[in-house]
T-cell receptor, first 109, second 114 residues
Framework: GQNIDQPTEMTATEGAIVQINCTYQTSGFNGLFWYQQHAGEAPTFLSYNVLDGLEEKGRFSSFLSRSKGYSYLLLKELQMKDSASYLCAATDSNYQLIWGAGTKLIIKP | IAGITQAPTSQILAAGRRMTLRCTQDMRHNAMYWYRQDLGLGLRLIHYSNTAGTTGKGEVPDGYSVSRANTDDFPLTLASAVPSQTSVYFC?????????????FGPGTRLTVL
């Protein structure tokens, strides 16, 4: 079956670094997305990885290991506005996104 | 219109009633999607359309139907609503299906079926 696993909730301190992990199992693989979703709002795109390695975009970086079925999202210099849910989604062989349940990130001052 | 819009924002519906959720995008995207989001679960794909005139079934299509008469509009119809269809519904679009084509989401419709 197809499955995406990520922690339900994480807590971090303002100014710190946090890593949100995601493991995936899909029928075929055509890339992995990370989205951010603030409470009561729509998801918005953060990053896309299809090759192994790290993609850096400002304070956010995303890593992929295809052989391990593993990705992480790294958030640096955390700000209060980063409090949100972070959704991991893998693209299967039919190019449909399989979504994880999301990781709720709580930032404390 | 800027981006992707959905209507209504929220709705309370009696079980057994018919309901159409509207979705319109002005980005000339070829692919469109309907998802439902329930607490503790990931977004689940209901139906999708890779291009105008074509539609496909997602993971949870039962009880829902869609049409794609033109590029911009992708309405979702609940023929006879049931309480288990209480959810937040998101419409999304992308330039094309697959690849690194990110999906852009509408603001969502919060539907309660009593």
């Amino acid at each position: 079956g197809q499955n995406i696993d990520q922690p339900t909730e994480m807590t971090a301190t303002e100014g710190a670094i946090v890593q949100i992990n995601c493991t995936y199992q899909t029928s075929g693989f055509n890339g992995l997305f990370w989205y951010q979703q603030h409470a009561g709002e729509a998801p918005t795109f953060l990053s896309y990885n299809v090759l192994d390695g790290l993609e850096e975009k400002g304070r956010f970086s995303s890593f992929l290991s295809r052989s391990k079925g593993y990705s992480y999202l790294l958030l640096k210099e955390l700000q209060m506005k980063d409090s949100a849910s972070y959704l991991c989604a893998a693209t299967d062989s039919n190019y449909q996104l399989i979504w994880g349940a999301g990781t709720k990130l709580i930032i404390k001052p | 219109i800027a981006g992707i819009t959905q209507a209504p924002t929220s709705q309370i519906l009696a079980a057994g009633r018919r309901m159409t959720l509207r979705c319109t995008q002005d980005m000339r995207h070829n692919a469109m999607y309907w998802y439902r989001q329930d607490l503790g679960l990931g977004l689940r794909l209901i139906h999708y359309s890779n291009t105008a005139g074509t539609t496909g079934k997602g993971e949870v299509p039962d009880g829902y139907s869609v049409s794609r008469a033109n590029t911009d509009d992708f309405p979702l119809t609940l023929a006879s609503a049931v309480p288990s269809q209480t959810s937040v519904y998101f419409c999304a679009s992308s330039v094309a299906a697959g690849g690194r084509n990110e999906q852009f989401f509408g603001p969502g419709t919060r539907l309660t079926v009593l």
